[in-house]
């Protein structure tokens, strides 16, 4: 233990961090209690380091250095740009929920909308009483500051049967420059519900800041989800992202992320598959140029017998940028049947670009069928002169090859629009490139 | 009028020196063969006007329309009209037939300052092509070349050319895989595209090829030069005679 660790880069005490927060969190003293302990965990263990082997690769105390002061609450202004940013990344016919630097804004939401269909409080709400919300099953320092300065979040509640009509949006929009958004959500989703919830990060006019988000979601039986997260935060930004997930039997989950922006980004999901039958498919596409740092690790947790997953990563790595995935099955000694397979790809269009790929398979069952595969490599010449002899451009030929590589993955999206709305995104990284 | 014309050309891949010298002119609305044998140089030459990456040229030029040929990157060749049909189209996976055709069509287009082609228009144009070489639409919602015969490969060559419209045609060993049939095929797609305004050099090994698309000059090529020239009667001489005669003059 070296709590000489938590004091900062610039002199700032570690503590204060906690300090001046303190009265803007929610809870009542037993909550504040759980906070505190959270916080001392974070304050004895500080910033994740390369020495601590899941965080080899994102080394944040290197990367990151220090933790941002919380964002003060936005103001008027801060909404008003908010809401020009809703504009510009809202899914059309989605229902909107909107936070802004980490804190719910009703306002920018559509809550009437959805209250038909879906239960819905804050997390401010929810935390005001009662410490569950700050709980996992796992946790690390960063989950640890999370509990402990968690601001708002959403706590969406889907009752068992809904079938959604419509997707939900979950925007996060950060307005304020070098300072830190902590949110923290869960999505409870019941028996048989048929579900999109999308998540989205994006910047109004924010530079240099961080966010630190944490998700709980459960998924009961029977149940057909669509997963979409789209991480497009300002370029140097940094957001952490935690993300537990239960699956129970029967149960298709479909999980897509998308990464364009941020200086460094890390999701780090831990999905267990806890009832027989379910098939989960976990999807990911790193878009990363200039220094640009993207870390996606993964724990599939195979809990039950007879759950397929199937995990598919594509890293496209420009400049210097570097791309991580981490990726770590575990099938427990009565998950027998087991399926799970992953297969991550790295495109490298520069000489420095990094990727690293670590996949783990933690097998304690003797009838199963597991694998992994990762490669890493430059776009195909051949290719390029064809389409150049074709009239292509350099850059525009490149720009085919590098959607039709990410294309994969993309294509397990199965909503037209939503298709088309990632694919978007992704045309714009690489226009930005041109 | 002079389309090709490329003189005393020089390169070298790696060090080694494949084209020694090599002169040729091609007018507009002429069919030109090049024969010879294996490593005599033809598909280098055909790769060095394209523009493909890794060929050195040490001496010579290459003159398109008058115009330096070898100043030009791939593309600009390829919006100038330059067309090289490959002898192994490669196979793109993730890039549906239809998008590249009308992408690359469009960049063509736009590199020559002229309008994009309206979707209909465009969608009516391929329609009608791809039916004239017996193209199955499904085919062109694939991939690019994957899953593809060896017909299909070379037929959506010619589809392309017939979309682009290029006024040169090389045609790299386009028998080489291809049965009777669907070299029939092929050849046709290709004589329909002949017109005054649009000059072909057909590379080939084999005479085979040369009664489907008949040559108005045909040059026999030996050890990295054309080492002679004459009418549509000089590859039937080849077929009776062998290319040993040539690799002595040369």
Known sequence: MNVAVAKTGNGRAVSDLFASAEGRLPGSPSVIAV????????????????RIEEWKYTD??????????LAAAPDAAALKRAAEAVKAHAIAGARKLVLVDGVFAADLSDVKALASEAGFKTSRETLEKDAGLLKTASTDAVIALNAALATD?????????????????????????????????????GKGVRATIIESFVAAGAEAYQVNDAVIVSVGDNADVAHIRLLDDAPDAVNVTSQFVTVGANTKLNFFNMTTGAAVSRLQ??????????????????????????????????AVPNCVSREVFRAVIDDRAHSVFQGRIIVRPDAQK?????????????????????????IFADDVSCGHGATAGALDDSLLFYLKARGLPEKQAQALLIQAFVGEAIEQIADDGLREHVI??????????? | ??????????????????????????????????????????????????????????????????????????????????FLAFQYPVEIPGVATMTFLRTALNAQRKARGESEYSTPDFLRKVREVSKSLNIPQDMLKRGVNVGFSGGEKKRNEVLQMALFEPSLCILDEMDSGLDIDALRIAADGVNALRSPKRAMVVITHYQRLLNYIVPDVVHVMSKGRVVKSGGKELALELEASGYAQFEDAA
């Open chain 1, 338 to 362: 087991t399926d799970g397979k992953m297969m991550t790809r790295a495109l490298l269009l520069s000489d420095e670009a990094e990727a690293d790929n670590k996949p783990e398979l933690e």
């Open chain 1, 35 to 50: 906070r505190r302990e959270a916080f001392e965990t974070y304050e004895r263990l500080g910033l994740p380091h390369r």
């Open chain 1, 60 to 69: 944040l105390r290197a990367l990151v250095g220090e933790v941002l002061p």
């Open chain 1, 153 to 189: 979040g959403v706590v969406l509640s889907i009752a068992d049967g809904v079938q959604l009509s419509a997707p939900i949006q979950i925007i996060h929009i950060a307005t304020a420059s070098s300072a830190s958004a902590f949110s923290r959500s869960q999505v409870a989703i």
């Open chain 1, 424 to 434: 978007g995104i992704a045309e714009r990284w690489l226009e930005r490139r041109q």
């Open chain 2, 1 to 82: 009028m002079a389309l090709l014309e490329v003189k005393d050309l020089k390169v070298r891949v790696e060090e080694r020196e494949i084209l020694h010298g090599l002169t040729l002119t091609v007018n507009e609305g002429e069919v030109h063969a090049i024969m010879g044998p294996n490593g005599s140089g033809k598909s280098t030459l055909s790769h060095v006007i394209a523009g493909k990456p890794g060929y050195e040229v040490t001496d010579g030029q290459i003159l398109f329309k008058g115009e330096d040929l070898l100043e030009m990157d791939p593309n600009e060749r390829a919006a100038k009209g330059v």
């Open chain 1, 269 to 302: 999901g831990f999905i267990t598959l806890a009832g027989e039958g379910s098939e989960l498919s976990v999807n990911g596409v790193n878009l990363l140029q200039k220094t640009e740092h993207g870390d996606t690790t993964l724990v599939v947790d195979h």
